[in-house]
């Protein structure tokens, strides 16, 4: 069965420093890997996704994840926090399996704080 | 640039009622969905719509739920008697035929049953 895996319920870290959310998954065949955000009463806004190609993608607001397929991984990352970073973070994998289907696996997310 | 429209963005009803979540999916895309997230929780999918009819749901869209596309544009979703367990965020997405595009979302719409 395909899943998506977020093992951390909350990431914190201080305003400046590196951060990473973690994501690994379980799918049959080529994973279509997405990076959602959703900031506190908002909607769920698109970050990145790997497809194909290069494994570090980069994304909206400074992001970048590196697809790793040996350790079928997909973290997120930034180089420098902000405190407008804090926000839900969710890592979905598309269904590849279902033929007319292509919905979303998500994990369960994690949130990430970030101190000033 | 196009987006996703849903309303309304809050409903409140009394348990028992039907209530119908809309929206208006970007124009030219071709497979649309409904998930719904409790409480800032897991994002859980409801249903995916293709070619006029439900490509899947889940254990979650019971005979309860409904969805219809009727007139090309809408999408809605219909709830015919909510539980109190139905209050959640109920996100519209829809994507273009493209297989590696991401799906875009809607607002959500914040049902809560009492």
């Known amino acids: 069965a395909q899943s998506v895996a977020q093992p951390e319920d909350q990431v914190n870290v201080a305003e400046g420093n590196p951060l990473t959310v973690k994501c690994t998954y379980s799918?049959?065949?080529?994973?279509?890997l997405f990076w959602y955000v959703q900031y506190p009463n908002r909607g769920l806004q698109f970050l990145l996704k790997?497809?194909?190609?290069d494994n570090l993608v980069k994304g909206s607001y400074g992001f970048e994840a590196e697809f790793n397929k040996s350790q079928t991984s997909f973290h997120l990352k930034k180089p420098s926090a902000l405190v407008s970073d804090s926000a839900l973070y969710f890592c979905?994998?598309?269904?590849?399996?279902?033929?007319?289907?292509?919905?979303?696996?998500w994990g369960l997310g994690t949130s990430l704080g970030v101190n000033p | 640039e196009p987006e996703v429209t849903q309303t309304p963005s809050h409903q409140v009803t009394q348990m028992g009622q039907e209530v119908i979540l809309r929206c208006v999916p970007i124009s030219n895309h071709l497979y649309f969905y409904w998930y719904r997230q409790i409480l800032g929780q897991k994002v859980e999918f409801l249903v995916s719509f293709y070619n006029n009819e439900i490509s899947e749901k889940s254990e979650i869209f019971d005979d309860q739920f409904s969805v219809e596309r009727p007139d090309g544009s809408n999408f809605t979703l219909k709830i015919r008697s909510t539980k109190l367990e139905d209050s959640a965020m109920y996100f519209c997405?829809?994507?273009?035929?493209?297989?590696?595009?991401?799906?875009?979302f809607g607002q959500g719409t914040r049902l809560t049953v009492v």
């Open positions: 979905a994998v598309r269904d590849t399996n279902a033929g007319n289907n292509r919905k979303l696996i």
């Open positions: 790997y497809i194909t190609g």
């Open positions: 799918v049959s065949g080529n994973p279509y």
């Open positions: 997405a829809s994507i273009p035929d493209r297989i590696n595009t991401e799906a875009f």
